[in-house]
């Protein structure tokens, strides 16, 4: 049974920092990736990582968001610095086996930006 839970969420300061994780069970994932939804918004792609590493982020949140993983311990990491409210959304962890496999969510983190 594939699981993906993730944690670290939590309302922090602009200019501020959290560290978002995402532990897996169950599979080992070519591609891992982080997606994010506002209220009243499309859930958007954040950031990609294939099983060597190799990455992909939304232009909103380059130079300021690094995704990545361990594949020994089954984790997948989102480091964010320099929060804006603008990044204040619900952050989903998604895994997916191969191109043409499975693709598996986890429940969401909540990220707050504010004063």
């Known amino acids: 049974q594939v699981q993906l839970v993730e944690s670290g969420g939590g309302l922090v300061q602009p200019g501020g920092s959290l560290r978002l994780s995402c532990a897996t069970s169950?599979?080992?994932?070519?591609?891992m990736a982080w997606y994010r939804q506002a209220p009243g918004k499309q859930r958007q792609l954040v950031a990609t990582?294939?099983?060597?590493?190799?990455?992909n982020y939304a232009d909103s949140v380059k130079g300021r968001f690094t995704i990545s993983r361990d594949n020994a311990e089954g984790t997948m990491y989102l480091q964010m610095n320099n929060l804006k409210p603008e990044d204040t959304a619900v952050y989903y962890c998604?895994?997916?086996?191969?191109?043409?496999?499975?693709?598996?969510w986890g429940q969401g983190t909540q990220v707050t930006v504010s004063s």
């Open positions: 169950g599979s080992v994932f070519s591609i």
């Open positions: 998604y895994a997916r086996t191969s191109s043409d496999g499975q693709g598996f």
């Open positions: 990582i294939s099983r060597t590493s190799l990455t």
